[in-house]
């Protein structure tokens, strides 16, 4: 399984960002997603995951403010990002888990500053 994200960048605090993630290889329906994200001298931590059923889950710091969505005819997971604050700046790294295995893209940098 290969992924790709996009749609990082720079946003002030209160804006609105969406990373998108495609992936190929692999049986994209079968596998659950996720957004994981490191801010600098932290350690990797979930954002928020969607099943292969489409059942969702946020960390506690992002409910209410980010959406995770997939579309299985695009083989793509999108995040919608709102509400963003200094401290939701990291890197995100896509993440997809099949047959106990998981698979990692290269991050995309969200940076929120005025």
């Known amino acids: 399984v290969q992924l790709q994200a996009s749609g990082g960048g720079l946003v002030q605090p209160g804006g609105s960002l969406r990373l998108s993630c495609a992936a190929s290889?692999?049986?994209?329906?079968?596998?659950?997603m996720a957004w994981y994200r490191q801010a600098p001298g932290k350690q990797r931590e979930l954002v928020a995951g969607?099943?292969?059923?489409?059942?969702?889950n946020y960390a506690d710091s992002v409910q209410g403010r980010f959406t995770i969505s997939r579309d299985n005819s695009k083989n793509t997971v999108d995040l919608q990002m709102n509400s963003l604050k200094p401290e939701d700046t990291a890197v995100y790294f896509c993440?997809?888990?099949?047959?106990?295995?998981?698979?990692w893209g290269k991050g995309t940098l969200v940076t929120v500053s005025s």
């Open positions: 969607i099943s292969s059923g489409g059942s969702t």
């Open positions: 993440n997809a888990r099949t047959m106990g295995m998981d698979y």
């Open positions: 290889g692999g049986i994209f329906s079968r596998n659950a």
